[in-house]
């Protein structure tokens, strides 16, 4: 019975109950619309990662194999190619016996024979639209067909799987015997990342959620609890109204789940197209489980009904509860000091580190102290300027406002705490993304972008080896035979030879260094043309300097902070290896700069067979390639915090509806005493305009603030040279910017109601 009489009240409770049902309904609509649309992200992301990691296969080249020894053995070759700095992934395989199955590859029907390759669609495509000479050359032999997409990450891989024969393969470094394909998942360190962020993205989108609904379903909670009081003095039990309450609010955020169900599947094909790891995942997999929507259909509501009890504690004390309110006490001035102490435990050992690394866990705990401090500051900071303003203030709507901001800022700040995370997070990313990016495009002054790296042999490659001298002549001569083409030779210096059983040689210096860590050799005319590298002492004809972090680093910034590598005092290599590098040193690396990028993807296909007969495991990228992959990532996490930002202020101007109709509904009786004296409505709209969008200014500015407090000193730390400030782009100004805008303007659509419930005529009071 009281479960129908809840309903009844619900849908048949006049118009005020039916536009607080509709208001309820769609702000939790967009709110579950908001957390569907990342849980199908992160389940796309987890099914991906999840997939077996084909690529991850090892196998076994013992010394002095022989062809056929291991049945069903295939031989195996896998390395990374790249055409315009999108990585292409490439096996070569050879079966031993035909009379043998052999081991299958995820998306293939069987392994490609000798003379022909598979690739996935988006490759093929990509072939059929470039020259044959610029990528399809680098892969012998016929198409034989396409990939399924088991062996693929999503639609935008570029995969080819090459037939090869097996004398060819097994000269090739690199090649394993290989007996079985792995099906683990790929033990990547950047999947810990991803999750991180997701779970960040979700804290960052659950509050406000949450803050949401329970602004929601505390809408005209004032005149609801005279009600409630009233049905407790004619006898109703407080189970009994709790059960009324628990209706009204579940009602509307049931309704409000299934609508945001119904609105994600409407967005979903959109959805779809997002790149979060740099790539768009399948379709198909951008979905939240059965047992995820069964958890939202029934979780909201049950938030809902929880905020509904607890916005009506005062009902379930005695039938006067509604009567005996008490004035909340003001925030204290200690509520700041988390925040100040997080900044100045982030920021403090990074500036006065003196250059020394700062400790990982007081970084961590700096950041904790901030987020939390931003939440626990609010209240104390909204009464702050409120206090501020009504002293300085001198117009009516304005001293209105301050004063009720003054009297209640917990309940001014609760709608608006969502914001808070949500623009910290965004204003820290915004503001460091672009200064590491622009460091990294600044690397070497800026020349390095269109050299493309290409290394045989050196540190930590140690199955790959050297060119010989002669197949060094025979490469450097059709490079150098390409217009507009300058070439750096880096050779490998020369050190003693190893035993054949026996530990590496050391060098005969101080300690032992093993001898591929006795770095190369450069002549000093080419150097002469890649200056940002450094320049030798007059007269030198070759220098010895280590270029390993130049040819092997990820990470321009780092590269950078070791340029320059050539120097006065470098020491000069022996004159006659010197005179004759070319002709004495094996070749372990090249760099090559060529300003036309179709004659770069040739020179990156002449390459490819050197590259492969090398066993090297670099893929030959430009410098500009290299910082471009670690751009994409850092791009990708600015335009998901920047997206948390805009969903973020999207929720919270659903939720500041809600608050400002509940309001202007729950205040009718002094408005409308108000109006009846004289006051204009206009100054009334003012009223509730400021003091419902000065929280939300307030809290952005705050969190910003933060915000760069944070990155500022993270670019000093990176040590990024020629790096700019810590400014946020054009995007982050055009998101919040934006969203606050249209956080303003959605207040703006729930004024005109101050008008028709504060009419005369209806001046008439319960």
Known sequence: MTLWLGLRLSLRGGR??????????AAVAA??????????LFNAFRTTADRPCWECTTG???????????????????????????????LDVAVLDARTPAPGVPGLSALPGAGRHYVSPALAELMDAVPREQLADRFPGARAGLIG?????????????VGQSPDALAGMAGTVAVD????APAADDTTALYEHGFGIAAIGLIVPLIVLIGTATRLAAARREARFAAIRLAGATARQVNVIASVDAALGALLGALAGIAVFQAVR???????????????????????????????????????????????RITPLGAARKVRASAPGWWRVLPLLAGLGLFAGPVFAGGGREPDALLLDVGLVLIMVGLMVAGPWLTMLVARLAARLTRGAATLLAAQRLAADPKGAFRSVNGIVLAVFIGTAVAGIVPAVVSGQAAAGGGTLGEVLRTSFGYADAAPGRPLPPGTADELLAELRSRPGVTVLPIYRRVGQPAPPDGPPPCDPGPGCRPDFMLGHVVACDALTAFPALGRCAPGARAVTADFNRLLTSDNMLSVDRNLPIVDPSSPAADQAAGQAAPARLSLAAVLVRADDPAVRERIRTLLTPYVAGSGSAETPLTFAEVAQARAVLLDQVERVALAIVALTLLVAGCGLLVAVVGGVVER???FTLLRLCGTPTRTLSKVVLLETAAPVVLAALVAAGAGLGVAEPLIDQLRIKSAPAALPGPAYFLTVGGGLLAALLVILAGLPLLRRVTAPEGARFE
């Open 180 to 183: 079985a394909v792995a099906v």
């Open 668 to 670: 009718r009786q002094p």
């Open 269 to 315: 094909p959109a959805l779809a197209g997002v790149s979060v790891t740099g790539s768009r995942f399948f379709p198909d997999v951008v979905a939240p489980t059965p047992p995820q929507y069964a958890a939202v259909v029934v979780g909201v509501p049950l938030a809902a009904a929880g905020a509904a009890l607890w916005s009506l504690r005062r009902v």
């Open 31 to 40: 709110g579950v619309t908001v957390l569907l649309s990342t849980v199908a």
């Open 60 to 90: 076994s080249a013992p010394a002095g194999w022989a062809l056929g020894a291991t049945p069903g053995a295939v031989l195996w070759n896998h390395r990374l190619d790249s055409y315009a700095g999108r990585p292409i992934k490439r």
């Open 149 to 161: 997409r088991a062996a693929l990450s999503g639609p935008d891989d570029l995969v080819v799987v």
């Open 16 to 25: 005020e109950a039916v536009v607080r049902l509709v208001l309820v309904a």
